[in-house]
């Protein structure tokens, strides 16, 4: 009996578990536990795509600010560089058309002997002499002629500024040995004038072997007078003219001018009282130093360098231009392939 029981109770529980197997509970059971290990196993996959579209996201809004922060650097290069180019283009422009003076002293044992262009008038000229070493001895016979050593022409010409009016110079050769400090002094007299100062003006031109090589000395004189300073000396003092050479050498020409400092000493005239009316001029005239100074214009702006510039400025140029162009293909070409991969996640 006690097997019976047993086997029995066995039966009876396999029919109790079979129905509980063909019961419709138990199969939504297992319907919602396989849904939920679905869905298990599903949400992991979903997690890592939306991670990776925001990771691919991220990368490209960083791509494109670079981009962008890339094309305003250079931009910004053009930019400089184009105002390099147009610096440099001004500056040269500006050391051509304004060069730079280069002032240099040249040595010299000798000049060459100026000529002493003499504008008397009324005067007359008494003596005229040759003197070394800045010695002049006392005066003899003041108002007097006297034998003098210097070489003078007398040129008659029509000045090319008093509208046609004659002018009688006397043209002196000058002093040329600059070691011995060798000097002309010179004495004029003028007799009783009703003007109220008087005064013989003169003027210096380079060479006075050029007028003995003129052949038309009146024309030679009146060119001097256009381009030569006139000074004056006056009467009753010694009037002492130290000469300095200039010669400037410009881009198509040279030109010489003279220098001058003039020293007054008063005359104490000591001749009789008849004879004071008469006015007396004295003048000395002598070179400075030894030295030419000369006078160059020096244009600074080197064309090579500048073009140098300018060909790494437009270097500069062309591949900031290159670059650009490249960087603008591949914004184009990263935006189509982000347009397709979009249309391609909406499409799945």
């Known amino acids: 009996m006690l097997g019976k029981d047993s ?8 029919d109790d578990h079979s129905e509980e197997l063909q019961s ?4 939504h059971d297992v319907v919602e536990k396989d849904g939920e290990e679905r869905n298990e196993s599903v949400l992991p996959e979903d997690d890592s795509r939306g991670s990776t579209a925001s ?5 490209a809004c960083l791509k494109n600010v670079f981009t962008v922060a890339l094309i305003f650097i250079y931009l910004l290069l053009t930019t400089v560089a184009a105002f390099l180019a147009y610096q440099t283009i001004s500056d040269f422009l500006e050391k051509l058309n304004h060069p730079v003076m280069s002032v240099t002293y040249k040595e010299v044992d000798a000049f060459s002997p100026p000529g002493i262009a003499l504008y008397p008038g009324h005067a007359r000229l008494l003596s005229c002499r040759h003197h070394y070493h800045d010695d002049i001895p006392p005066l003899v016979d003041p108002g007097k002629p006297q034998e003098g050593d210097c070489v003078i022409k007398e040129v ?13 110079a006397l043209v002196v050769r000058g002093p040329s040995d600059i070691r011995s400090k060798e000097l002309i ?3 004029f007299i003028q007799n009783k004038t009703e003007e109220d100062f008087s005064a013989i003006p003169y003027m210096l031109f380079a060479k006075f ?6 052949l038309n000395k009146s024309e030679f004189m009146r060119d001097c007078e ?8 006056s009467g009753g003092f010694r009037t002492w003219v130290k000469m300095s050479l200039v010669r400037t050498s410009g881009k198509s020409n040279q030109s010489v001018q003279f220098r001058q400092e003039s020293t007054l000493v008063k005359f104490n005239d000591k001749r009789p009282e008849p004879e004071r009316g008469n006015q007396l001029f004295f003048a000395v005239f002598e070179w400075r130093d030894p030295f030419m100074q000369e006078i160059r214009l020096i244009v600074t702006a080197n064309p090579w360098s500048s073009a140098a510039i300018l060909c790494g400025v437009f270097m500069a140029l062309f591949k900031a231009a290159n670059f650009a162009k490249l960087t603008v293909q591949w914004i184009i070409r990263m935006r189509k392939r982000h347009l397709r991969n979009r249309a391609r996640q909406l499409g799945t």
């Open 7 to 14: 086997t029995y109770r066995e039966l009876n529980d396999d």
């Open 24 to 27: 419709p509970d138990f199969f």
């Open 55 to 59: 990771v691919r996201v991220s990368k």
């Open 156 to 168: 008659t010409y029509y000045g090319p500024f008093a509208n046609g009016t004659q002018k009688k």
């Open 185 to 187: 002094f010179m004495q």
């Open 209 to 214: 072997s050029d007028l003995d090589h003129s």
């Open 226 to 233: 256009r381009n030569y300073s006139t000074w004056t000396f």
